[in-house]
């Protein structure tokens, strides 16, 4: 588990006044599930962007398999991203396109596919997260949680070895959130996927992270394990993870 | 004195600063034209998006065009007809050059593009800029595919191959437009009226009329989805870049005519 996979290196992001992030350090091994956590507005999804290339730092490089992705030509990050699949917080599916067209995105682009194989896969990686006998349907006609799921499947469609999810369980009822948390464990076990989840739900995270990371003030507070975050006493710390309104976080 | 002094520079501060931002969006959107006009050269070739493309911004476009071209014909062979012949009698026996010259060089072209710079500039513009609000824009370049290359192009080519033939048909319901009603109020036999057309309108006019219309095209698309891939911040941001689109490429169709045609001229087109 130690060969690193994602490197942060000294990232740092502004935008006008605002510093986002002020110097984000970070290791993420292959096969590892990484939980990002932290206020809302503390820069999560910025970090998550970052990651997949679709935001640039301000300074400092993110590494995937030892390349600076940020220094890579078009067509060499193009054939990165092909093995790197991202959830979007708001789930992103393409309005014009039905759910078939959004999970068959990637394959019928970058595969020699033919339709009924399509097919098969679409159906495939539907049911894997939950889903059946709704490929005809638009996106528009989903609830929030079926979106995210149809998101998740698109994500996953070309056997990425990195996925990234941003919020995958926020707006899914608490049943189908252990669900999502479930299928994040198994798809990593199963494929010795690299996770990157953020969330704000500190069951999920306990429940399923094997590393978290804690974004605060713009740089990571807490890098450890579950066990180290239960066992933590800074405050800062504490007071996110007994979800309190009073302590050293501002609430503004 | 002093509180001159201070407005006076407060308003100079801000004249700079809308110019810097005036200079930073021809600039933006001069790369993302660049970029367009590259990615219609590279792989791979989405026909059939392009295909869906020209039917939406082509073929749903024609009733729009070809009916207002009717109705410009019409109207203007009303409005000619009856001062004509009450300066110079026998004049409107050039009617059919009149109003097909008309036509063919300026009326169906600027029209056309202006109408379908509302329906189609409009469209292209909330299309993409939803896109890019809702993160679907995102969404595509972690699916390994360009935005612009994915968004731009086929609106791009359809644009630029359906303004100009919706012109050609515009330009020939316009002439007819003309005819009957110079026919009907005006008594001017058919014949005339396309005989008069005929000696008056040459090829050159032709060519000059309907070649302004890939200028246009372009125009229209560019501007559309560049103001789409700018929207930012909600359903708010969505309807400025719409309305900035359609502004934007009525302005640009009126001001490009005239230095386009200008420069037909020195071509002796
Ligand atoms: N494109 C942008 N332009 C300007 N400011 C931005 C942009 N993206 C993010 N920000 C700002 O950066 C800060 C961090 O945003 P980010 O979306 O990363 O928060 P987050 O931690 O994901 O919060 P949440 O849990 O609510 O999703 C916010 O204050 C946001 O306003
Ligand atoms: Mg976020």
Redo the contacts with the bound molecule.
């Keep these: 588990m130690a060969e690193v996979h994602i490197r942060l290196e000294n990232l740092c992001k502004s935008?006008g006044a605002?510093h986002?992030l002020r110097g984000v350090n970070l290791d993420i091994y292959r096969g590892e599930i990484l939980y990002i956590i932290?206020k809302?507005?503390?820069?999560?999804?910025?970090?998550l962007k970052n990651i997949a290339a679709l935001m640039r730092p301000d300074s400092g490089r993110v590494l995937i398999d030892g390349l600076d992705i940020h220094a890579l030509a078009e067509a060499e990050l193009n054939q990165l991203r092909r093995k790197m699949g991202v959830l979007f917080?708001m789930a992103a599916l393409f309005d014009s396109m039905s759910v078939f067209e959004n999970v068959a995105f990637a394959p019928r682009r970058f595969t020699k596919m033919g339709e009924d194989e399509l097919r098969a896969l679409v159906q495939q990686k539907l049911e894997l997260v939950g889903l059946r006998n709704v490929e005809h349907l638009n996106p528009s006609a989903l609830s929030q949680g079926m979106q995210k799921r149809v998101g998740l499947a698109r994500a996953i469609a070309l056997d990425p070895e990195i996925v990234l999810y941003d919020?995958p369980t926020t707006g899914v009822d608490p049943i189908l959130a252990a669900a999502v948390d479930d299928l994040i464990r198994t798809l990593n076990a199963k494929t010795g996927v690299t996770s990157i989840v953020?969330s704000?739900d500190i069951n999920s995270v306990f429940r399923t992270a094997h590393r978290v990371a804690m974004?605060y003030d713009g740089v990571f507070r807490l890098v450890g394990t579950p066990a180290d975050f239960r066992n933590s006493d800074d405050p800062v710390v504490r007071q996110f993870i007994d979800g309190s309104a009073h302590g050293p976080i501002p609430i503004l | 004195m002093r509180k001159l002094k201070q407005s006076l520079l407060s308003f100079f501060e801000r004249l700079g600063e809308a110019i810097l931002a005036l200079l930073e969006t021809i600039g933006a959107f001069s790369i993302f034209a660049g970029q367009t006009f590259r990615y219609c050269f590279v792989p791979p070739f989405d026909f059939r998006n392009l295909l869906y493309q020209m039917s939406e911004i082509g073929v749903k476009s024609i009733p729009v065009g070809v009916v207002s071209s009717f109705f410009v014909g019409m109207v203007m062979a009303l409005q000619l007809g009856g001062p004509m012949e009450q300066q110079i009698q026998g004049i409107s026996a050039f009617m059919g050059g009149g109003i097909s010259l008309a036509m063919v060089r300026e009326l169906a072209p600027v029209l056309t593009s202006v109408l379908l710079a509302g329906r189609v500039g409009s469209s292209i513009a909330a299309e993409v800029g939803t896109m890019k609000v809702t993160e679907q824009i995102d969404a595509l370049a972690t699916l390994a595919t360009n935005p612009v290359h994915y968004l731009s192009v086929p609106r791009f080519l359809a644009a630029l191959f359906c303004i100009p033939m919706i012109t050609v048909m515009a330009i020939v319901v316009g002439i007819l437009g003309g005819a009957l009603i110079s026919n009907i109020s005006l008594d001017i036999p058919y014949n005339l009226y396309f005989e008069s057309a005929r000696t008056l309108v040459r090829t050159k006019d032709l060519v000059s009329g309907v070649s302004k219309t890939f200028f246009f095209g372009a125009e229209i698309a560019l501007i559309a989805c560049f103001s789409g891939f700018r929207a930012r911040g909600g359903a708010e941001g969505v309807g400025q870049a719409t309305i900035q689109a359609v502004v934007f490429s009525f302005m640009m169709i009126i001001v490009s005519d005239y230095f386009i045609t200008y420069i037909f001229q020195l071509f002796g087109l």
């Design positions: 935008f605002k986002v932290g809302s507005g503390s820069g999560k999804s910025v970090t917080q919020e953020i704000h974004l």
